[in-house]
Protein backbone atom coordinates (compact mmCIF):
# COMPACT_ATOMS: atom_id res chain seq x y z
CA UNK A 1 0.00 0.00 0.00
CA UNK A 2 2.81 2.28 0.87
CA UNK A 3 4.75 1.44 -2.23
CA UNK A 4 1.31 2.16 -4.31
CA UNK A 5 0.87 5.82 -2.54
CA UNK A 6 4.31 6.60 -3.44
CA UNK A 7 3.84 5.95 -7.07
CA UNK A 8 0.63 7.69 -7.07
CA UNK A 9 1.79 11.34 -5.30
CA UNK A 10 4.16 13.54 -7.41
CA UNK A 11 7.75 13.31 -6.06
CA UNK A 12 10.49 16.61 -6.16
CA UNK A 13 11.91 15.11 -9.44
CA UNK A 14 8.43 15.33 -11.41
CA UNK A 15 8.48 19.27 -9.64
CA UNK A 16 12.05 19.40 -10.93
CA UNK A 17 10.77 18.49 -14.50
CA UNK A 18 7.71 19.90 -14.30
CA UNK A 19 9.87 23.91 -13.70
CA UNK A 20 11.78 22.77 -16.69
CA UNK A 21 9.52 22.32 -19.06
CA UNK A 22 7.78 26.04 -17.79
CA UNK A 23 10.69 27.54 -18.28
CA UNK A 24 11.91 26.21 -21.71
CA UNK A 25 8.60 27.38 -22.87
CA UNK A 26 8.42 30.19 -21.43
CA UNK A 27 12.19 31.13 -22.94
CA UNK A 28 11.17 29.78 -26.43
CA UNK A 29 7.96 31.80 -26.60
CA UNK A 30 10.13 34.64 -25.78
CA UNK A 31 12.50 34.37 -28.36
CA UNK A 32 9.89 33.55 -31.03
CA UNK A 33 8.25 36.69 -30.41
CA UNK A 34 11.75 38.74 -30.20
CA UNK A 35 12.32 36.94 -33.55
CA UNK A 36 9.11 38.17 -35.18
CA UNK A 37 7.28 34.95 -35.21
CA UNK A 38 4.17 35.16 -33.48
CA UNK A 39 2.70 32.21 -34.88
CA UNK A 40 5.24 29.91 -33.53
CA UNK A 41 5.19 31.75 -30.37
CA UNK A 42 1.23 30.55 -30.09
CA UNK A 43 2.63 27.11 -31.54
CA UNK A 44 5.17 26.37 -28.35
CA UNK A 45 2.50 26.74 -25.39
CA UNK A 46 0.02 24.93 -27.36
CA UNK A 47 2.36 21.90 -28.41
CA UNK A 48 3.46 21.75 -24.51
CA UNK A 49 0.09 21.66 -23.31
CA UNK A 50 -0.70 18.94 -25.71
CA UNK A 51 1.98 16.87 -24.85
CA UNK A 52 1.06 17.50 -21.04
CA UNK A 53 -2.31 16.27 -22.20
CA UNK A 54 -1.33 12.93 -24.41
CA UNK A 55 0.88 12.41 -21.35
CA UNK A 56 -1.85 12.43 -18.63
CA UNK A 57 -5.22 11.22 -20.58
CA UNK A 58 -5.59 7.41 -21.13
CA UNK A 59 -4.20 6.72 -24.26
CA UNK A 60 -7.55 5.55 -25.90
CA UNK A 61 -9.07 9.03 -25.22
CA UNK A 62 -6.19 10.60 -27.45
CA UNK A 63 -5.63 7.88 -29.68
CA UNK A 64 -9.67 8.16 -30.71
CA UNK A 65 -9.27 11.94 -30.40
CA UNK A 66 -6.78 11.55 -33.44
CA UNK A 67 -8.89 8.89 -35.20
CA UNK A 68 -11.52 10.89 -35.30
CA UNK A 69 -10.21 14.20 -36.63
CA UNK A 70 -8.26 11.89 -39.39
CA UNK A 71 -11.52 10.43 -40.47
CA UNK A 72 -13.81 14.34 -40.22
CA UNK A 73 -10.61 16.03 -41.92
CA UNK A 74 -9.42 13.78 -44.62
CA UNK A 75 -10.19 15.15 -48.05
CA UNK A 76 -11.01 19.00 -46.72
CA UNK A 77 -6.81 19.68 -46.97
CA UNK A 78 -7.66 19.86 -50.38
CA UNK A 79 -10.93 22.38 -52.51
CA UNK A 80 -14.27 20.20 -53.10
CA UNK A 81 -14.72 20.14 -56.56
CA UNK A 82 -12.93 21.11 -59.82
CA UNK A 83 -10.64 23.35 -60.97
CA UNK A 84 -12.87 25.84 -61.77
CA UNK A 85 -15.33 25.74 -59.47
CA UNK A 86 -13.28 25.17 -56.00
CA UNK A 87 -14.68 25.55 -52.40
CA UNK A 88 -12.78 25.35 -49.52
CA UNK A 89 -14.48 24.56 -46.43
CA UNK A 90 -14.54 27.19 -43.94
CA UNK A 91 -12.48 27.27 -40.96
CA UNK A 92 -12.25 23.11 -41.89
CA UNK A 93 -9.72 23.84 -44.61
CA UNK A 94 -6.90 25.30 -42.66
CA UNK A 95 -7.55 22.95 -39.93
CA UNK A 96 -7.20 19.70 -42.03
CA UNK A 97 -4.27 21.59 -43.71
CA UNK A 98 -2.44 21.97 -40.56
CA UNK A 99 -3.51 18.92 -39.47
CA UNK A 100 -2.53 16.51 -42.70
CA UNK A 101 -0.59 17.97 -44.72
CA UNK A 102 3.04 17.85 -44.20
CA UNK A 103 4.71 20.25 -41.44
CA UNK A 104 7.28 21.86 -44.09
CA UNK A 105 4.47 21.81 -46.62
CA UNK A 106 2.61 24.15 -43.89
CA UNK A 107 5.46 26.34 -43.04
CA UNK A 108 6.37 26.95 -46.14
CA UNK A 109 9.57 24.94 -45.81
CA UNK A 110 11.72 23.08 -43.43
CA UNK A 111 13.07 19.36 -43.29
CA UNK A 112 10.37 17.78 -41.53
CA UNK A 113 8.23 15.82 -44.22
CA UNK A 114 6.15 14.52 -42.07
CA UNK A 115 2.13 15.69 -41.06
CA UNK A 116 1.09 16.41 -37.67
CA UNK A 117 -1.01 13.93 -37.38
CA UNK A 118 1.78 10.90 -38.14
CA UNK A 119 3.83 12.85 -35.92
CA UNK A 120 1.18 12.66 -33.02
CA UNK A 121 1.19 9.25 -33.40
CA UNK A 122 4.55 7.94 -33.35
CA UNK A 123 4.82 9.92 -30.10
CA UNK A 124 1.91 8.18 -28.55
CA UNK A 125 3.31 4.90 -30.39
CA UNK A 126 6.87 5.83 -28.02
CA UNK A 127 5.02 6.22 -25.34
CA UNK A 128 2.78 3.38 -25.32
CA UNK A 129 6.31 1.14 -25.58
CA UNK A 130 7.84 2.79 -22.39
CA UNK A 131 5.07 3.65 -20.40
CA UNK A 132 3.56 0.84 -17.85
CA UNK A 133 0.07 0.25 -18.57
CA UNK A 134 -0.77 -0.51 -14.86
CA UNK A 135 -2.69 2.79 -13.81
CA UNK A 136 -5.17 2.29 -16.47
CA UNK A 137 -3.81 4.62 -19.14
CA UNK A 138 -3.17 1.78 -21.27
CA UNK A 139 -4.92 -1.53 -22.75
CA UNK A 140 -4.15 -4.92 -20.83
CA UNK A 141 -5.82 -7.50 -23.03
CA UNK A 142 -3.07 -9.91 -24.87
CA UNK A 143 -2.61 -10.08 -28.00
CA UNK A 144 -2.51 -12.84 -31.36
CA UNK A 145 1.31 -12.78 -31.31
CA UNK A 146 1.08 -13.61 -35.28
CA UNK A 147 0.00 -10.76 -36.51
CA UNK A 148 2.43 -8.73 -34.48
CA UNK A 149 5.17 -10.56 -36.58
CA UNK A 150 2.59 -9.91 -39.43
CA UNK A 151 2.98 -6.16 -39.05
CA UNK A 152 6.41 -5.71 -38.81
CA UNK A 153 7.28 -8.20 -41.65
CA UNK A 154 5.56 -6.06 -43.96
CA UNK A 155 7.39 -2.85 -42.42
CA UNK A 156 10.61 -4.63 -42.70
CA UNK A 157 10.08 -6.06 -46.40
CA UNK A 158 8.59 -2.34 -47.37
CA UNK A 159 12.13 -0.51 -46.08
CA UNK A 160 13.96 -3.09 -47.73
CA UNK A 161 12.29 -2.57 -51.22
CA UNK A 162 13.04 1.03 -50.83
CA UNK A 163 16.61 0.41 -50.15
CA UNK A 164 16.00 -2.13 -53.28
CA UNK A 165 14.72 0.45 -55.34
CA UNK A 166 16.88 3.60 -54.87
CA UNK A 167 19.84 1.02 -55.38
CA UNK A 168 18.53 0.61 -58.57
CA UNK A 169 18.57 4.21 -59.63
CA UNK A 170 15.13 5.10 -57.79
CA UNK A 171 14.29 8.56 -56.40
CA UNK A 172 14.25 8.19 -52.54
CA UNK A 173 12.14 11.36 -52.20
CA UNK A 174 9.74 9.30 -54.66
CA UNK A 175 10.27 5.92 -52.54
CA UNK A 176 9.23 8.31 -49.55
CA UNK A 177 5.70 9.32 -50.96
CA UNK A 178 5.39 5.86 -51.83
CA UNK A 179 6.02 3.85 -48.97
CA UNK A 180 5.42 5.90 -46.01
CA UNK A 181 1.52 4.91 -45.36
CA UNK A 182 2.63 1.33 -45.65
CA UNK A 183 5.46 2.29 -43.06
CA UNK A 184 3.03 3.83 -40.58
CA UNK A 185 0.40 0.74 -40.93
CA UNK A 186 1.72 -1.14 -38.37
CA UNK A 187 1.96 1.36 -36.16
CA UNK A 188 -1.30 3.02 -36.22
CA UNK A 189 -2.10 -0.80 -36.06
CA UNK A 190 -0.28 -1.61 -32.56
CA UNK A 191 -0.62 1.72 -30.82
CA UNK A 192 -4.28 0.55 -31.53
CA UNK A 193 -4.28 -2.45 -29.92
CA UNK A 194 -1.88 -1.11 -27.17
CA UNK A 195 -4.30 1.53 -26.29
CA UNK A 196 -7.79 -0.62 -26.42
CA UNK A 197 -9.01 -3.76 -25.35
CA UNK A 198 -12.00 -3.65 -27.28
CA UNK A 199 -14.83 -4.39 -24.48
CA UNK A 200 -18.55 -3.81 -25.46
CA UNK A 201 -18.22 -0.28 -23.89
CA UNK A 202 -15.28 0.57 -26.15
CA UNK A 203 -16.65 -1.14 -29.44
CA UNK A 204 -19.58 0.91 -28.89
CA UNK A 205 -17.93 4.34 -27.49
CA UNK A 206 -15.39 3.11 -31.58
CA UNK A 207 -19.04 3.07 -33.39
CA UNK A 208 -20.52 5.54 -32.05
CA UNK A 209 -17.82 7.55 -33.05
CA UNK A 210 -17.57 6.55 -36.82
CA UNK A 211 -21.30 6.72 -37.09
CA UNK A 212 -20.60 10.75 -35.96
CA UNK A 213 -17.72 11.30 -38.57
CA UNK A 214 -19.94 9.43 -41.54
CA UNK A 215 -23.03 11.79 -40.82
CA UNK A 216 -20.81 14.86 -40.58
CA UNK A 217 -18.72 14.18 -43.54
CA UNK A 218 -22.00 13.55 -45.29
CA UNK A 219 -23.60 16.33 -44.08
CA UNK A 220 -20.73 18.46 -45.59
CA UNK A 221 -20.75 16.65 -48.95
CA UNK A 222 -24.48 17.41 -49.59
CA UNK A 223 -24.37 20.87 -48.36
CA UNK A 224 -21.83 20.95 -51.26
CA UNK A 225 -23.95 18.88 -54.05
CA UNK A 226 -27.62 20.81 -53.22
CA UNK A 227 -26.65 24.33 -52.05
CA UNK A 228 -22.83 25.30 -53.06
CA UNK A 229 -22.34 23.59 -56.18
CA UNK A 230 -25.53 24.96 -57.79
CA UNK A 231 -24.79 28.06 -56.72
CA UNK A 232 -21.40 27.94 -58.64
CA UNK A 233 -23.59 26.83 -61.71
CA UNK A 234 -22.76 23.25 -62.51
CA UNK A 235 -22.94 19.64 -61.15
CA UNK A 236 -20.53 17.85 -59.49
CA UNK A 237 -19.37 14.40 -60.41
CA UNK A 238 -18.46 13.78 -56.52
CA UNK A 239 -18.61 15.28 -53.62
CA UNK A 240 -16.18 14.82 -51.12
CA UNK A 241 -12.79 12.27 -51.89
CA UNK A 242 -12.20 8.41 -52.20
CA UNK A 243 -11.24 8.03 -48.75
CA UNK A 244 -14.57 8.75 -47.62
CA UNK A 245 -15.43 5.13 -49.44
CA UNK A 246 -14.04 3.60 -46.38
CA UNK A 247 -15.98 5.33 -43.81
CA UNK A 248 -19.35 4.99 -45.50
CA UNK A 249 -19.21 1.56 -46.48
CA UNK A 250 -18.26 0.49 -42.87
CA UNK A 251 -20.64 2.60 -40.84
CA UNK A 252 -23.74 1.33 -43.50
CA UNK A 253 -22.47 -2.21 -42.44
CA UNK A 254 -22.82 -1.64 -38.73
CA UNK A 255 -26.11 -1.02 -39.64
CA UNK A 256 -26.67 -4.08 -41.57
CA UNK A 257 -24.52 -6.03 -38.80
CA UNK A 258 -26.78 -4.95 -36.01
CA UNK A 259 -30.05 -5.99 -38.02
CA UNK A 260 -28.38 -9.78 -38.75
CA UNK A 261 -27.37 -10.27 -35.34
CA UNK A 262 -30.40 -7.74 -33.64
CA UNK A 263 -31.71 -9.15 -29.90
CA UNK A 264 -34.94 -6.45 -29.97
CA UNK A 265 -36.51 -3.73 -31.82
CA UNK A 266 -33.66 -1.27 -30.85
CA UNK A 267 -30.80 -2.80 -32.49
CA UNK A 268 -32.58 -3.40 -35.75
CA UNK A 269 -34.44 0.27 -35.92
CA UNK A 270 -32.03 2.04 -34.25
CA UNK A 271 -30.00 3.15 -37.07
CA UNK A 272 -32.93 4.90 -39.18
CA UNK A 273 -32.10 8.03 -38.44
CA UNK A 274 -28.02 8.24 -39.15
CA UNK A 275 -27.90 5.31 -42.06
CA UNK A 276 -30.23 6.67 -44.66
CA UNK A 277 -27.83 10.04 -44.15
CA UNK A 278 -24.74 7.96 -44.66
CA UNK A 279 -26.11 6.10 -47.45
CA UNK A 280 -27.24 9.31 -49.41
CA UNK A 281 -23.47 10.78 -48.63
CA UNK A 282 -22.88 7.67 -50.24
CA UNK A 283 -24.78 8.02 -53.31
CA UNK A 284 -23.77 11.77 -53.77
CA UNK A 285 -19.89 10.99 -53.38
CA UNK A 286 -20.77 8.61 -56.36
CA UNK A 287 -17.93 6.04 -56.37
CA UNK A 288 -17.94 2.91 -57.95
CA UNK A 289 -15.75 1.54 -55.71
CA UNK A 290 -18.27 2.52 -53.04
CA UNK A 291 -21.20 0.19 -54.36
CA UNK A 292 -19.10 -2.58 -55.16
CA UNK A 293 -17.44 -2.84 -51.85
CA UNK A 294 -21.01 -2.29 -50.07
CA UNK A 295 -22.41 -4.97 -52.18
CA UNK A 296 -20.15 -7.39 -51.57
CA UNK A 297 -19.56 -6.65 -47.96
CA UNK A 298 -23.66 -7.32 -47.66
CA UNK A 299 -22.79 -10.47 -48.83
CA UNK A 300 -20.46 -12.07 -47.42
CA UNK A 301 -22.09 -10.74 -44.21
CA UNK A 302 -25.18 -12.43 -44.87
CA UNK A 303 -23.94 -15.77 -45.50
CA UNK A 304 -21.49 -15.79 -42.46
CA UNK A 305 -24.64 -15.18 -40.77
CA UNK A 306 -26.39 -17.50 -38.59
CA UNK A 307 -29.87 -17.93 -39.29
CA UNK A 308 -31.59 -15.04 -37.36
CA UNK A 309 -35.16 -13.98 -38.33
CA UNK A 310 -33.66 -11.04 -40.49
CA UNK A 311 -31.54 -13.33 -42.54
CA UNK A 312 -34.15 -15.52 -43.26
CA UNK A 313 -36.39 -12.68 -44.26
CA UNK A 314 -33.71 -11.15 -46.58
CA UNK A 315 -32.90 -14.73 -47.96
CA UNK A 316 -36.85 -14.93 -49.25
CA UNK A 317 -36.53 -11.75 -50.66
CA UNK A 318 -33.83 -12.41 -52.46
CA UNK A 319 -34.97 -15.89 -53.59
CA UNK A 320 -38.24 -13.62 -55.26
CA UNK A 321 -35.92 -11.17 -56.51
CA UNK A 322 -33.16 -13.22 -58.28
CA UNK A 323 -34.82 -14.56 -61.42
CA UNK A 324 -36.19 -10.85 -62.63
CA UNK A 325 -32.37 -9.12 -62.06
CA UNK A 326 -31.10 -10.84 -64.95
CA UNK A 327 -34.14 -8.83 -67.12
CA UNK A 328 -33.62 -5.87 -64.78
CA UNK A 329 -29.91 -5.66 -66.50
CA UNK A 330 -30.83 -6.33 -69.74
CA UNK A 331 -33.57 -3.90 -70.31
CA UNK A 332 -31.20 -0.94 -68.58
CA UNK A 333 -27.78 -1.84 -70.11
CA UNK A 334 -28.35 0.26 -72.95
CA UNK A 335 -30.11 3.07 -71.45
CA UNK A 336 -28.26 5.97 -69.55
CA UNK A 337 -27.96 4.34 -66.70
CA UNK A 338 -29.97 7.10 -64.75
CA UNK A 339 -33.01 7.20 -62.57
CA UNK A 340 -34.50 3.45 -62.29
CA UNK A 341 -31.48 2.11 -64.17
CA UNK A 342 -28.75 3.71 -61.86
CA UNK A 343 -27.41 0.69 -60.69
CA UNK A 344 -27.43 -1.11 -63.95
CA UNK A 345 -25.21 2.16 -65.05
CA UNK A 346 -22.68 1.92 -62.49
CA UNK A 347 -22.75 -2.25 -63.20
CA UNK A 348 -22.07 -1.22 -66.79
CA UNK A 349 -19.06 0.79 -65.92
CA UNK A 350 -17.83 -1.74 -63.81
CA UNK A 351 -17.98 -4.50 -66.58
CA UNK A 352 -17.19 -2.14 -69.06
CA UNK A 353 -15.26 0.56 -68.29
CA UNK A 354 -16.16 3.81 -68.13
CA UNK A 355 -15.25 5.70 -71.66
CA UNK A 356 -14.88 1.73 -73.81
CA UNK A 357 -18.80 1.91 -74.40
CA UNK A 358 -18.61 5.06 -76.07
CA UNK A 359 -15.76 3.92 -78.31
CA UNK A 360 -13.03 5.18 -76.24
CA UNK A 361 -10.31 3.52 -74.40
CA UNK A 362 -10.22 3.47 -71.04
CA UNK A 363 -7.28 4.70 -69.14
CA UNK A 364 -7.35 2.83 -66.27
CA UNK A 365 -7.19 -0.26 -68.45
CA UNK A 366 -4.69 1.05 -70.13
CA UNK A 367 -2.84 2.15 -66.94
CA UNK A 368 -3.36 -1.35 -65.86
CA UNK A 369 -1.29 -2.92 -68.67
CA UNK A 370 1.37 -0.83 -68.44
CA UNK A 371 2.46 -1.77 -64.67
CA UNK A 372 2.03 -5.15 -65.31
CA UNK A 373 4.28 -4.34 -68.20
CA UNK A 374 6.19 -2.53 -65.64
CA UNK A 375 6.17 -6.26 -63.36
CA UNK A 376 7.43 -8.00 -66.50
CA UNK A 377 10.85 -5.99 -66.65
CA UNK A 378 12.07 -7.29 -63.00
CA UNK A 379 10.79 -10.68 -62.97
CA UNK A 380 14.27 -11.52 -61.01
CA UNK A 381 15.09 -8.85 -58.43
CA UNK A 382 12.38 -6.68 -57.14
CA UNK A 383 12.07 -3.26 -58.62
CA UNK A 384 11.68 -1.69 -55.51
CA UNK A 385 10.27 1.50 -54.51
CA UNK A 386 11.13 5.06 -56.21
CA UNK A 387 10.42 4.17 -59.48
CA UNK A 388 7.85 5.14 -61.72
CA UNK A 389 5.94 3.04 -64.31
CA UNK A 390 7.05 2.06 -68.01
CA UNK A 391 4.58 3.18 -70.66
CA UNK A 392 4.05 -0.07 -72.99
CA UNK A 393 1.28 1.83 -74.04
CA UNK A 394 0.81 5.79 -74.41
CA UNK A 395 -1.24 7.37 -71.68
CA UNK A 396 -2.51 11.07 -71.65
CA UNK A 397 0.28 13.48 -70.28
CA UNK A 398 -1.52 14.54 -66.39
CA UNK A 399 1.69 16.13 -65.20
CA UNK A 400 0.17 19.28 -65.54
CA UNK A 401 -2.25 18.94 -62.79
CA UNK A 402 0.06 15.29 -61.16
CA UNK A 403 3.57 16.06 -61.91
CA UNK A 404 4.05 12.58 -60.18
CA UNK A 405 1.61 10.63 -62.01
CA UNK A 406 4.15 7.90 -62.69
CA UNK A 407 4.99 6.86 -59.40
CA UNK A 408 0.99 6.68 -58.19
CA UNK A 409 -0.91 4.61 -60.43
CA UNK A 410 -4.62 4.02 -59.41
CA UNK A 411 -4.10 0.05 -59.07
CA UNK A 412 -2.12 0.02 -55.97
CA UNK A 413 -2.68 -3.55 -55.83
CA UNK A 414 -1.07 -4.00 -59.04
CA UNK A 415 1.58 -1.59 -58.38
CA UNK A 416 3.08 -3.33 -55.05
CA UNK A 417 3.01 -6.44 -57.27
CA UNK A 418 5.47 -4.53 -59.91
CA UNK A 419 7.50 -3.11 -56.97
CA UNK A 420 7.70 -5.96 -54.72
CA UNK A 421 7.22 -9.09 -57.19
CA UNK A 422 4.92 -12.13 -55.43
CA UNK A 423 6.54 -12.59 -52.31
CA UNK A 424 7.24 -8.59 -51.01
CA UNK A 425 3.45 -8.31 -52.27
CA UNK A 426 2.42 -11.21 -49.95
CA UNK A 427 4.36 -9.96 -47.12
CA UNK A 428 3.33 -6.11 -47.52
CA UNK A 429 -0.21 -7.43 -47.86
CA UNK A 430 -0.37 -10.37 -44.69
CA UNK A 431 -1.04 -8.24 -42.15
CA UNK A 432 -4.99 -7.63 -43.90
CA UNK A 433 -4.74 -11.44 -44.32
CA UNK A 434 -4.38 -12.35 -41.20
CA UNK A 435 -7.26 -10.14 -40.38
CA UNK A 436 -9.70 -11.58 -41.91
CA UNK A 437 -8.68 -15.12 -41.02
CA UNK A 438 -9.04 -13.78 -37.19
CA UNK A 439 -12.12 -12.05 -37.59
CA UNK A 440 -14.13 -14.81 -39.40
CA UNK A 441 -12.83 -17.38 -36.58
CA UNK A 442 -13.59 -15.01 -33.88
CA UNK A 443 -16.50 -14.29 -35.89
CA UNK A 444 -17.78 -17.98 -34.74
CA UNK A 445 -16.37 -18.18 -31.51
CA UNK A 446 -17.95 -14.64 -30.01
CA UNK A 447 -21.73 -15.18 -28.78
CA UNK A 448 -21.45 -11.03 -27.45
CA UNK A 449 -23.79 -8.64 -29.73
CA UNK A 450 -21.13 -5.92 -30.07
CA UNK A 451 -18.28 -8.38 -30.50
CA UNK A 452 -19.93 -10.43 -33.19
CA UNK A 453 -21.55 -6.42 -34.98
CA UNK A 454 -17.48 -5.18 -34.34
CA UNK A 455 -16.41 -8.59 -36.55
CA UNK A 456 -18.81 -8.38 -39.23
CA UNK A 457 -17.18 -4.58 -39.71
CA UNK A 458 -14.09 -5.66 -39.51
CA UNK A 459 -14.59 -7.89 -42.51
CA UNK A 460 -16.43 -5.85 -44.72
CA UNK A 461 -13.68 -2.75 -43.84
CA UNK A 462 -10.81 -5.38 -45.35
CA UNK A 463 -12.86 -5.77 -48.55
CA UNK A 464 -13.57 -2.17 -48.74
CA UNK A 465 -9.64 -1.75 -48.49
CA UNK A 466 -8.70 -3.90 -51.22
CA UNK A 467 -11.02 -2.59 -53.54
CA UNK A 468 -10.05 1.02 -52.52
CA UNK A 469 -6.49 -0.08 -53.29
CA UNK A 470 -7.60 -1.93 -56.51
CA UNK A 471 -9.11 1.38 -57.70
CA UNK A 472 -7.93 4.25 -56.45
CA UNK A 473 -4.01 4.64 -54.88
CA UNK A 474 -5.30 3.17 -51.56
CA UNK A 475 -2.08 2.92 -49.66
CA UNK A 476 -1.80 7.32 -49.80
CA UNK A 477 -5.59 7.20 -48.31
CA UNK A 478 -5.60 7.76 -44.46
CA UNK A 479 -8.67 6.86 -43.51
CA UNK A 480 -7.81 3.39 -45.39
CA UNK A 481 -4.95 2.68 -43.33
CA UNK A 482 -6.28 3.96 -40.01
CA UNK A 483 -9.71 2.01 -40.70
CA UNK A 484 -7.65 -1.23 -41.88
CA UNK A 485 -5.36 -1.08 -38.67
CA UNK A 486 -8.41 -0.56 -36.62
CA UNK A 487 -10.06 -3.66 -38.23
CA UNK A 488 -6.42 -5.48 -37.57
CA UNK A 489 -6.47 -4.29 -33.68
CA UNK A 490 -9.93 -5.51 -33.34
CA UNK A 491 -9.65 -8.75 -34.85
CA UNK A 492 -6.04 -9.34 -32.95
CA UNK A 493 -7.50 -8.87 -29.26
CA UNK A 494 -10.65 -10.63 -29.68
CA UNK A 495 -9.46 -13.51 -31.31
CA UNK A 496 -7.37 -14.33 -28.00
CA UNK A 497 -10.75 -13.32 -26.18
CA UNK A 498 -13.08 -15.72 -27.48
CA UNK A 499 -10.39 -17.84 -27.62
CA UNK A 500 -10.26 -18.32 -31.35
CA UNK A 501 -6.85 -18.12 -31.49
CA UNK A 502 -5.18 -19.77 -28.69
CA UNK A 503 -2.94 -18.66 -25.90
CA UNK A 504 0.83 -19.29 -25.64
CA UNK A 505 1.01 -21.30 -22.58
CA UNK A 506 4.47 -22.41 -20.56
CA UNK A 507 5.52 -25.59 -20.79
CA UNK A 508 5.87 -26.87 -17.05
CA UNK A 509 9.36 -26.93 -15.77
CA UNK A 510 10.53 -30.27 -14.07
CA UNK A 511 8.52 -30.67 -11.07
CA UNK A 512 6.38 -28.23 -11.45
CA UNK A 513 2.30 -29.09 -10.95
Request: hydrophobic share 55%; aromatic share 12%; glycine share 8%.
Given at each position: ?????????????????????????????????????????????????????????????????????????????YPLGDFENEWRVPMLYDLARAFLLNVSTVMGGGPIRLPLVDIVTLALFVLSMVRHPRDGWAGRQ???????????????????????????GGSFNQAWWQVRSILMFPVRAVVLMRALDFTGLELKAIGRLLVGAAVFKAAIGLWFYYVVAPGM?????????????????????????????????????????????????????????????????????????????????????????????????????????????????????????????????????????????????????????????????????????????????????????????????????????????????????????????????????????????????????????????????????????????????????????
Amino acid sequence: MIAENAIAQPTRLSAVIALTVVTLVGVGTMFALAAGQPVVAIAIPIAAGGLYAVYRLPLRMVLLGVFLLVLALEGLEYPLGDFENEWRVPMLYDLARAFLLNVSTVMGGGPIRLPLVDIVTLALFVLSMVRHPRDGWAGRQPTVRAMHMALWASAVVAGLLVVVGVAQGGSFNQAWWQVRSILMFPVRAVVLMRALDFTGLELKAIGRLLVGAAVFKAAIGLWFYYVVAPGMGYVPSFTTSHTDTLLFVPVIALYFAKALEARNARDLFGGFIWAPIVFWGLVANDRRVSYASLCIGLVVMLVMAPPTPVKRWATRALLVVTPLIPWYVIAGWNTDGKGVFFPVGVLRSLVVGEKLYAGQVDYRDVENIDVLYTWSQHKVLPMGFGHPFELFMPLADISSWFGDWQYHPHNALLWLFAIGGPIGFTLMMLPHAATLFLAARSYRASRDFNERVALLVCIVTIITYFNLLWGDMGTLHRTASWGAALAAAIAAKLAMKTGAWPAVRRMPREGEV
